[in-house]
């Protein structure tokens, strides 16, 4: 067996973040094997996590990264235990580590099958780097969901992170001409319409996209609401209570946040005028931190 001195056992640190003497009682278990006691922390790791998964993990952040032709936009929310190691050093490390392997990951459609994805670092998988990261942080940690936008044509990819980490927002806006990206009225509609998005909340960008039964979960309601009344007339109640519904919820049809004159249709109008080029609002995502822990 090789001696395990305590050069051995900060090299073992160094290369895994494990605490000493965690790294001291896996060098002796693999028998001052460095590799073997990387591999037995590993472990020891991911059945740490096994034993954290039932603890709520409702802090963390969603961060965002954009490609440098601004073509590739993505948005994750990492999830922990405490907003002390959402600030850790260890933690931001962490994210990063998540967002490289989205960014150079090829294109899947479910949460799942991001996390059964080679990693390219020590784990066979994202899910178990994911685990072996619990292990060393001593919380329930997570990637609860993620938006990876890859833009064809000619447009961008735009995102904005407030307050800290809390809200995020990812959205895809095309234009007919790559030169009107570099147009500073083009720009500035983009920086607004992500500030407006991660305001004003919308769950679609135009009505076409409101599901089929959230509109009908939303009309019975409204016929609950006034079931007293002649039938007659509900409909026609109705359709201008689900005319304020979309107006609220669609993106193209709410209220510019900086300027309520004027909604996010008008706003699209003016800066394709101004541009002499056709804007579209394609696509969005906006996540606000443990949504999904809260709905769960």
């Known amino acids: 067996m090789a001696e395990i001195t305590v050069e051995l056992i900060k090299t ?33 790791g991911i059945a740490d996590a096994d034993k954290k998964a039932g603890r709520a993990a409702k802090e963390g952040v969603v961060a965002s990264r954009i490609s440098d032709d601004g073509k590739t936009g993505i948005l994750v929310e ?49 899910d178990e780097f994911i685990k072996a990261k619990i292990g060393e942080l001593g919380e329930n940690m997570g990637l609860s969901r993620f938006a990876k936008y890859e833009l064809g044509g000619d447009g961008v990819e735009a995102s904005y992170i ?29 920086k607004d319409l992500t500030l407006h998005i991660a305001a004003s909340q919308p769950i679609c960008v135009d009505r076409d996209g409101v599901p089929a039964d959230l509109v009908e979960k939303e009309k019975e309601i409204f016929r609950d609401q006034m079931k007293d ?31 309520g004159d004027k909604s996010i249709k008008d706003l ?19 996540y606000g931190l443990g949504e999904l822990v809260e709905e769960a």
Not at 81 to 106: M, P, Q
């Open 268 to 286: 699209v109008a003016e800066v394709s005028q101004e541009t002499g080029d056709e804007i579209t609002i394609s696509r969005f995502e906006r």
């Open 12 to 44: 073992l640190r160094d290369k895994t973040n494990a605490g000493m003497m965690d790294c001291k009682a896996a060098l002796a278990e693999a028998g001052g094997d460095l590799e073997e006691a990387e591999t037995i922390l590993r472990k020891k």
């Open 78 to 126: 990492v999830n922990c235990e405490t907003d002390f190691v959402a600030k850790n050093e260890n933690f931001t490390s962490f994210v990063n580590e998540i967002l490289d392997h989205v960014e150079s990951s090829t294109s899947v459609d479910s949460l799942e099958a991001l996390l059964a994805q080679d990693f390219s670092g020590d784990a066979s998988t994202l």
């Open 162 to 190: 407030h307050m800290q980490g809390r809200v995020g927002v990812l959205t895809e806006v095309q234009c007919g001409s790559a030169a009107t990206t570099s147009n500073e009225a083009f720009q500035t509609f983009v």
């Open 229 to 259: 009344k002649p039938a007659e007339i509900i409909e026609k109640i109705i359709d201008g209570k689900m005319g304020k519904f979309f107006s609220t919820n669609c993106l193209l049809e709410q209220a510019f946040i900086k300027d």
